[in-house]
T-cell receptor
């Protein structure tokens, strides 16, 4: 079974530039998550989708971050404009459903972003 | 968003020893609990879910104490390959969905 795919794996940009990350979840997984993991910290949930609807985006900095999952499959996370403090690993995860019994999350390899 | 607290360590443990660490959570209404393992520069992977009655998977035992609001992970007969960061995950439900702790760094020494 193919895992969660993410691209690019690495990205270096200058502050105030824009960047976009792409995620393709495991086939059949209804729930998709985007996390930000700063060095030395645990992943922080940015946004959670159930199919193409948003379940939780309470920690997404909406002035600069946006995400979409238009067809309920793959998803894009965008930062515009980027700040130095956005340097982190952006992890995408998916799970079968958001119900408790099926909420095991499978993570992609992440995108390492460095903002200079 | 409610808090999930872990001792960051590092825990330096000799090979073959038993090691245990806890994770406390502040939301008494939390619904589900997990331990994830994250190797250096890799993505997190599910180690085990934590059930109310406690559960064991080989050398790993997870416990939940709802009264004191903590979960624990016990590793017996530790191996060099157990060296990793162990992340506690709590699902608070609703607006306090999935929250990861900062992780506990474990180093098994030969």
């Amino acid at each position: 079974e193919a895992g969660v795919a993410q691209s690019p794996r690495y990205k270096i940009i200058e502050k105030r530039q824009s960047v976009a990350f792409w995620c393709n979840p495991i086939s059949g997984h209804a729930t998709l998550y985007w996390y930000q993991q700063i060095l030395g910290q645990g992943p922080k949930l940015l946004i959670q989708f159930q199919n193409n609807g948003v379940v939780d985006d309470s920690q997404l900095p909406k002035d600069r971050f946006s995400a979409e999952r238009l067809k309920g499959v793959d998803s894009t996370l965008k930062i515009q404009p980027a700040k130095l403090e956005d340097s982190a690993v952006y992890l995408c995860a998916s799970s079968l459903e958001v119900t408790i019994s099926q909420e095991t999350q499978y993570f992609g390899p992440g995108t390492r972003l460095l903002v200079l | 968003r409610k808090e999930v607290e872990q001792d960051p360590g590092p825990f330096n443990v000799p090979e073959g020893a038993t090691v245990a660490f806890n994770c406390t959570y502040s939301n008494s209404a939390s619904q589900s609990f997990f331990w994830y393992r994250q190797d250096c520069r890799k993505e997190p992977k599910l180690l085990m879910s934590v059930y109310s009655s406690g559960n064991e998977d080989g050398r790993f035992t997870a416990q939940l104490n709802r009264a004191s609001q903590y979960i624990s992970l016990l590793i017996r007969d530790s191996k060099l390959s157990d060296s990793a960061t162990y992340l506690c995950v709590v699902n608070g439900g609703g607006a306090d969905g999935l929250t990861f702790g900062k992780g506990t760094h474990l180093i098994i020494q030969p």
